[in-house]
């Protein structure tokens, strides 16, 4: 069973960084494609960034290209999001998301496994 845990949200003011942590139990963390999405209140989850398990490519959300940067430690079963310039339209509960499967989705459906969830709170 695969286990996957977010930390290091919390509140900051607009401009200001965060960076984001999934740690995944198993073995096999280096086959799976990783992703970051986010649900802000009354809103859907969207996509937000993910990262392929064979060459390390990476899709971004057009609205945080340039402020967002989305890495994989294999060594440390652990994929991060490095958030710089935040805006108040970041605020979100941000969730990690696994998928062994071959195709990098950008979309939120067909992710195996997910993360609880961590606040990112944004201030004006």
């Known amino acids: 069973q695969v286990q996957l845990v977010e930390s290091g949200g919390g509140s900051v003011q607009a401009g200001g960084s965060l960076r984001l942590s999934c740690e995944a139990s198993?073995?096999?963390?280096?086959?799976?494609?990783m992703g970051w999405f986010r649900q802000a209140p009354g809103q859907e989850r969207e996509f937000v960034a993910v990262?392929?398990?064979?060459?390390?490519?990476?899709y971004y959300l057009d609205s945080v290209k340039g402020r967002f940067t989305i890495s994989r430690d294999n060594a440390k079963n652990t994929m991060y999001l490095q958030m710089v310039r935040l805006k108040p339209e970041d605020t979100a509960v941000y969730y990690c998301?696994?998928?062994?499967?071959?195709?990098?989705?950008?979309?939120?459906?067909?992710?195996?496994?997910w993360g609880q969830g961590t606040q990112v709170t944004v201030s004006s």
């Open positions: 198993g073995r096999t963390f280096s086959t799976w494609n």
């Open positions: 990262i392929g398990w064979n060459n390390g490519k990476t």
């Open positions: 998301a696994a998928d062994v499967g071959f195709t990098l989705k950008t979309t939120t459906s067909g992710w195996e496994y």
